[in-house]
């Protein structure tokens, strides 16, 4: 809107004070020319509205002190670690199984990356077998041991007895609040 355009004189006719004692007439004479359905109807649709508004105002009062308390109460939870596995590095586990494989001279013990192997041809090697399957579950210091196959008899294809386990070390990482 150009300022040289606009209409100064209807911005004086409407600040004047005749203005204001004839908004004053309108409204006195509104009951009559509209009606007084036509009044109250526009006042209950209005006093909803005023209703309305201070219900919502309220509303959103409580949710942004619950959202203060909220956050208030984050603020305060300690951080949680985080639980991961490492897989445990393949000479340690190669070296591990060469010195096994000295005390279980009837069953076959392999390395292959962070698992290990154990098999045997046949079910008579059973308790040597369970316990090399324990003497690795009880291996390197902070070794988490999981079995990741696991045959015996006649499921087996090639060997009777044969299992298959995962060797992590477990590593605990902080966590920042709010993860």
């Not at 409407?14 to 908004?23: H, N, R, V």
């Not at 596995?85 to 340690?92: A, F, G, H, L």
Request: net charge positive; with cysteine.
């Amino acid at each position: 809107m150009n300022l040289r355009s606009f209409d100064w004189h209807k911005l004086q006719r409407l600040a004047s004070p005749q203005a204001a004692a004839d908004l004053n007439a309108f409204l006195e004479k509104l009951p009559i020319a509209a009606g007084q359905t036509v009044l109250i109807a526009a006042g209950i649709a209005w006093a909803s509205a005023g209703a309305l508004g201070l219900f919502t105002t309220m509303q959103v009062k409580g949710l942004i002190e619950l959202r203060a308390k909220l956050q208030e109460t984050e603020a305060l939870l300690p951080p949680v670690p985080k639980i991961q596995d490492i897989p445990v590095p393949k000479t340690d586990v190669t070296n591990f199984v060469t010195g096994m494989k000295d005390g279980y001279k009837n069953i076959d013990i392999k390395s292959n990356g962070s698992s290990i192997m154990i098999s045997s041809k046949s079910t008579a090697g059973y308790g040597e077998f369970r316990e090399a399957i324990a003497h690795v579950q009880n291996g390197g210091q902070g070794w988490r041991v999981n079995i990741d196959r696991f045959c015996v008899g006649r499921e087996c294809q090639t060997f009777q007895l044969a299992a298959s386990l995962k060797i992590n070390k477990v590593s605990v990482v902080e966590t920042k609040t709010g993860d």
